[in-house]
């Protein structure tokens, strides 16, 4: 008789990891990530691990309510199949709407038991290979010119190949912002904008094209998230390419985006996406449409970040990493998972599922 995997038992964790410094974007200041690591335990003796980090002004969610969520899911998927990703997700679905972040927590443990028991690496059983190198930028905290040109100075001399920098306030300051960086570290080293949605449409207009000539590869997510109508119209008008966040979470966001013509890139973030079954769909659609990806997170730990990176080997449609926040905690609490080499070169584990697990500690 064929017995079939089941789900035995499902732990919830609160993980508080506190920032060597505090950091600032448009949408406010933190200091730690409040996050909540999932492990699903099954009948043949596999255990599978996700972690999410909640953001309550994009996802509407703490690790407070998470982990009252969770609670919820764990009931309702005790004694599913977890290999049954695509119903465990429905029931996910059916039983609470939103709460995309602890979602993509137990859609990731999932995703680990499935390619633990396919003897997989993660990013093999999800179709991908890992020929391609895996590098990420390093993200300024937004704050004074001078203080953002000296931040930038350092991330360029560790090595790191792009740099990320945090605007959305005042568009005048911005603009001094970046050319305060310009000055400070030269015109070669490529950078990465993001708004967080901090500016109107003629503010995002007229940052843009004063940075025509600053080298910069994209600016993410310029204007408020529910004016994703008026995106194509800041697209149009901007030299620098135009990467949607916070208005793309799943693939029904992906969809209406890619139909208006509203942006030149997407970026991928499992919290946002619900995890790695949604975000798959993204990929294909983006696939279909020629529209480049990035694949980044918030303030997950490197089991989060581990999951990013093996998405991130998934489809050559993703060229762009945003993997940095683990560099960022005073602590590590991980076992196995990506690892940072030189020049911000990311690099894989080995094993088969995800790799990566909360340490004993």
Not at 210 to 232: G, K, M, S, V
């Amino acid at each position: 008789m064929f017995f079939k995997m089941k789900i035995t038992s499902i732990d919830l964790h609160p993980l508080i990891l506190k920032l060597k410094k505090p950091f600032t974007i448009s949408l406010g200041k933190v200091d730690a990530g409040h996050n909540v690591v999932v492990v699903i335990r099954t009948s043949e003796g596999i255990a599978g691990t996700g972690e999410c980090s909640p953001f309550l002004t994009i996802n509407g969610e703490s690790m407070e309510t998470a982990m009252v969520i969770g609670k919820y899911l764990a009931g309702a998927l005790d004694g599913a199949d977890p290999l049954d990703i695509e119903s465990c997700t429905a029931v996910m679905d059916r039983l609470v709407y939103g709460n995309s972040s602890i979602k993509s927590a137990f859609d990731m443990a999932l995703y680990d038991i499935a390619a633990q028991h396919a003897g997989l690496p993660l990013y093999a059983f999800l179709g991908g290979n890992d020929r391609k190198t895996l590098q990420t930028d390093y993200t300024i905290s937004m704050d004074t010119p001078g203080q953002m040109a000296a931040d930038a100075v350092w991330i360029r001399d560790a090595g790191f190949p792009f740099i990320k920098v945090k605007l959305g306030n005042d568009p005048a300051t911005d603009i001094l912002r970046v050319q305060a960086i310009r000055q400070a570290v030269g015109n070669d080293i490529p950078l990465r904008l993001d708004a967080n949605q901090g500016w109107d449409i003629p503010g995002a207009i007229k940052v843009l094209q004063a940075l025509e000539h600053a080298n910069i590869q994209y600016c993410e997510e310029p204007i408020p998230r529910w004016e994703y109508t008026e995106l194509e119209k800041v697209r149009s008008q901007s030299p620098v390419p135009v990467m949607a966040d916070e208005s793309c979470c799943d693939h029904h966001d992906a969809r209406r985006l890619i139909g208006l013509g509203a942006c030149d890139m997407i970026n991928i973030k499992l919290g946002k996406s619900g995890g790695i079954f949604k975000a798959m769909k993204i990929i294909r659609l983006a696939e279909e449409a020629g529209i480049p990806l990035m694949v980044g997170g918030f303030l997950e730990s490197r089991i989060g970040f581990t999951a990013s990176a093996h998405l991130a080997l998934a489809s050559d449609q993703i060229r762009y990493m945003d993997f940095d926040s683990p560099l960022m905690f005073d602590e590590d609490p991980v076992e196995g998972g990506i690892t940072y080499q030189a020049n911000g070169v990311v690099a894989m584990p080995v094993e088969p599922g995800l790799g990566a697990r909360l340490t004993e500690k």
